[in-house]
Structure formats: C-alpha cells, structure tokens
C-alpha cells in the first residue's frame, strides 16, 4: 500500500522544509505554527498509522518525533490528531483513515505542542489529579476489609478502561473555549470514586462538581464518547454525576434551574417555553446575567422571532401531565 | 409520501421561519405532512439525563403515534432526532425499558410496539426523495454561492442510536445537498463541532465562543452563509450572532440559514415567502450573490 502522510512538525529551535501550518488558538497563539510535511511510503495492507510513523522514523527521517509504547491501546502514549479528529495512532488502520491516498497526521491545536507529535500531558493530568482520583476511607474503618456488592462496582467499571491517553480532552468543545473546564477524562475519574460505596468523600465530591467548570459546563456534544478509544463515555458518566448532585440537593446553579424550568414547562405545557426558559435558567434575582442576556431578547423582538407572549399548551397536554404523575421520580 | 411530522417546541416558537419553510419544501417535494400535535416535547436531553423513565415515556408516546399513523416520524431538528433516536433505540434494544415505558403509555391508551423510523428532514430528502427529484426541481441554481454546512451534534453523535454505523454517507448529505443546488461546500473543521447552545445559560461567553469560533472559521474559508439542519445551532449562532461578536471582540456578519430555507430559495420561492426576512443576522448580501434581494 503506498502512502502519504502529512505530518505536522513541531520544531521551533529548526528550520523545517513544508507548507505552513494556521497559527494556534489561543492559549497557545504565542507558538511558533506548526510545518507540514508529506511523507511517501509504502506499507502492507493492514498497516496502522503509527507503523508509518514508526517506518518514516526508521528509514526516512530520524528527527520525527513520536510519543508510543505498547502499540495496543494500553499506554495511551500516541493519541493524536488524524486526519482532524483524536485517535490513537496504534489502533488505527491506515486503510480506514486514508482519504485519496493521503492521512494528516498531527498534535492537537487543544494542547500545548512539545515537538512534532509529542504534545504535552500536564494539564490533563493536574485536571486528573484535581478530582482527588483515589478513595478516602470512611472515617470509622469496619473490622476487616470493605466488602463491596458486585453490583456497586458494574456502574464503575466503564471509566475504569481509561488509558489516560488524553483523546477526551484534546477534541473537548467546552475544553477548546475554556482551559479551566475540569475535562471529560477528569469528571468521568470523579464519577468512579464518587459513587464507589467505600468513599467518605461523595458529598464535598458532588458540591464541587457542580460549582462552576464542573459538570455543568459540559456542552453535551457526545465528541468525548465518539473519539475514546476504551469505550468509557465520559458524557454518561458526567450526566450520573448532574444526576446525583442534583439529588443530593446542590442545586443554586444554572445547570440545575435549567432542569427544573424545562420540566416544569412540558408538564405544564407539553412543550417547551422559550420565552420563560432563559430568564428561570439564570435565575430570576440574577440581575446582571438577565441583563446580558436583555440584548438578544431584543434582537429576536425586532426580527420578529420572539415567541408568542402566550405560551399554548399542545392539544394531548393532560396526557403529557398524567404521564409525569405516573412515572415520578426527579423533575416530575 | 406520507410523513408523521414532528415539527419539535423551536419551530413553533422563536424560529417560525423554519415551520413555514419546511411546509413550502415538502409542498414541493410532495412529501404529505401529517403534524403530530398531541406529541409533546422530546426534552432535549434535558429530562433523559435527569429522568431517564419520563423521557422514555414521553418520547415512547410520540414514536408510538407514528407507528398508529403508519409512516416513518420526520423531525426537522437535530436535536429532537437525537434525542428521539436515542429512546427508540434504548426501547427497541432493551426489553425492560419497553415494558417500563408501556405499562405508563397503556393507561393512555397507546402501546409502542418498537417499529418506527425516526428521520431527520436531511435523511430523508437523500435517502427517500433522491437527489435526482431534488435535481429536477431546481429552478433557481444558487451558483456562486460558498455555503458552510453546521450539522449540529445531535444528528451525528452518538453514532449507534443514529444508524451512522450502517449509513456513515448520512455525515455528508448536507455537502450533497449543496452541491446539488448550484451552491459550493466549504469544507471545514467545525462542521461537526458543537454550537455552543446547550451552556448558554451555564457559561455564557464560553457558549457564544464556541460558536462564533466555528463560523469564523467558515467565514475565513470563504463562506457566504452557514446552513443547518437545527434550529437550536440557528439560535446560537444566528440570535446569539452579534452577542458573540461582542464576547469575541471582533465582527462575525455571516447569515445562518435553515436547511429548508436554502432549499426553498433553490426551488423558486421568494425570500420572503421563507422568512428569509426573520433573520438576527440579516441575510440580504448573501441573497445578493444570486441576485436577490429581501
């Protein structure tokens, strides 16, 4: 199989030979743009990405720089940008990522570059290790080991696959326009101990989950689940931990409010208040987010776009309210 | 053909453009709409994720009115597909949550039996209609026109729910549309990225950001206007427009159409007659390219 690779370089202390690459968002606007350069090579049919970085290391360019251990998606030394989205380049067959013969290989733009490939893991693992990723006993330590029912541990045991390879973090949308969000990799970890039976920690855990950069200022975008390479869905373990905290009662913050006004308006209506979502959602003495947010209310006025001043409930709305009735349970 | 029609909350309220723009295409398309008005809303992720029993319920009603109306359930937001995909494939492949849901639909008189089809407008335009149809209706090419397509993560993520796994062509169909109308696709990164909608209330400036990012990105690619296949991305990215111009400190001036709109103005229907006219971000230079005028 003969191909091209493009690779992006990063070697600010070198001159390097290629086309280059856009300058970085910010934070990283003060980095020096990264060099493409393309790579011909031939490889066998069932190749991965990192055999051709690996073959272009070897036989072509000894200056590359690539960051890879296991080659089994067990490290999680190689993820990186393919073709613009995180993979890990050991568990990525060349032939499913080639577009035209051609694969663009990169660090992300999310991370701050160390040299070509290598993209530095520091803030990924202070967020790891913000969330205080072990357990603390419970205070008063029962007469033998902690017994735990194999039930407790089957809602657990998806974020345990983590590899810690960074693919989350590096394609995060809340990530890429806030550095201070906790992360997916992070709060999926904080989920695993918050809801482990052994830990003495699961309140002060879900207080400050909630505060803001936590759960809450996930956008919900699914990009996390789509790109892990372990299958740990760090959404759905962060949607357990709005569940929780939410039940635990932290509820002053506008993740919650939001929540609680969507329901109320379906129950009530049978669909969804535009008009009164965004002003509850704040919070209604929160005056200088409610006059933020004045602006666009009056845009959507003058485009003739505001919605009706009468909200109309939908014709089947007692089946909607008997169906809340029934169910139960959180937001009914 | 015959469609339940799903038309979700935003349609019917700050983007009325959008209900009316659909109504024209699918009059020429002969697509027959049948609205399922006693369908409430789908929760928008919102209620799944805090009471997962409800929202299967309560979007369980709705698949079940269309598989009652025998005809596939066509919404026209990918977030109402997303999250409608997503319980009729937890109904469909886990039996206990079936049950669940029916022993609370039955007292209303309703049963899902787990055969309906949930279909985004886009889908069913390439996969139903054909783009040959589509071609031929085409009374207006809109050549020279540079359009960004924003898909909205709903209608590309997860992938399992929505049947991306077995048709991956459906990440590309909004392209295929474009092109087919005369107009040229901007290829760029935050096609599939997120608008930014779902945090507005919880981080303002990050959501307006995030999606101003993306259309910057669009624009410095060439792109006259945007089109998406959302109403809830229209609302970041056209309402929010000139807030994030200001978070961002910079002008942004690039219109947001809806899917139907674009295809509308292709099929001979006048800016007006699809609101084009309803934008926050005027839409008039964009028309202008192909020598129209609102």
Redesign the interface.
Known sequence: MHVKMVVGRYAPDRKLDGELGAPY?PPYSDKPRKTYQTFEIDLHDEAMVLDGLIHIREYVDESLVVRCSCRCAICGSCAMWIN?HAKLACTTKMKDVLENGTVRVESPPSMMPVRDLVWDMGPFMQKMRSVKPWLEGKPVSPDEEYRVPNEAMDELVQEVSCISCGACLMDC??Y???DK?LGPHALARAYRYANDPRDSMQQERLKEYSD?NGV????????C??VCPKGVAPLEQI?KI??MS?AAGYTN???T???LA??E??RGS???N?LTL?PK??GLFNIK?QL??L??AF??L???????IIHHK???VT??K???K??G???? | MKVAFFPGCVSKGACPELYVSTHKVAEALGIELHELTEAPCTGAGVLSEQNPALADSLNGLTLAMAEKLGADLMTICSTCQGVLSNHNYQLTHKPERMERANAVLSEQGFTYKGTTKVKHLLWILVEDIGLDKIRSLVKRKLTGLKIAPFYGCYILRPEEYLGLREKPERKNYLEQIISIIGGEPVEYHGKSKCCGFPMVTMNRDAALTMGGNHIMEAKSKGADLLVTPCPLCHLNLDAQQPDAARVMRQPIDVPIFHLPQLLGLAFGYSPEELRLDHHVVPTAKALEKVELKV
């Open positions: 968002p613009g949308e809340s890429a326009v806030n969000f803001p809450w200022d996930c956008t919900h975008c699914y990009e689940v789509h949607l709005r569940q939410v913050n506008a993740g409010r939001h929540a969507f329901a308006s379906v049978g669909r969804l535009e965004m959602s704040l987010a933020q947010s602006p666009s845009n959507l003058r485009a003739g776009k505001l919605p009706p939908i014709p089947g089946r909607v008997a169906i809340f029934k169910v349970g959180p937001l009914t």
